[in-house]
């Protein structure tokens, strides 16, 4: 995965602080770039997944993306755009602990 500074976290959370509905909104949205895999399983699309941080569903888009796939990247930030979620550059210093919750949703330890 690409150095932190290289991708952007959407956040569930709205500018006016309420969380977004549906709680998995971001998975619906990893949804439409992923594809199935050789075992006939869906799998993420590499440069935009979903996770939860500190409690808070979002999703993780690394900046590759609007080179690889402009149209994909610019949906992305329209979504965000539309539905007024807070997007951020990611500063975690150190790639963190990568688990999955009950429902297979990584979650950073």
């Not at 995965?1 to 969380?19: L, Q, V, W």
């Not at 709680?23 to 997944?49: I, P, V």
Request: aromatic residues 6%.
């Amino acid at each position: 995965m690409s150095a932190s500074s290289e991708r952007i976290i959407i956040e569930g959370i709205k500018e006016d602080g309420n969380k977004f509905r549906p709680s998995d909104w971001c998975e619906r949205l990893a949804t439409t770039l992923a594809s199935f895999g050789d075992d006939q399983r869906l799998q993420y699309c590499k440069s935009a997944h979903p996770c939860i941080i500190n409690g808070v569903n979002c999703l993780i888009v690394d900046k590759d993306l609007e080179v690889n796939s402009p149209e994909s990247y610019e949906f992305l930030l329209a979504f965000a755009s539309e539905n007024k979620l807070k997007v951020q550059e990611d500063r975690r210093q150190s790639q963190q602990k990568v688990a999955e919750d009950r429902r297979g949703r990584r979650v950073l330890a």
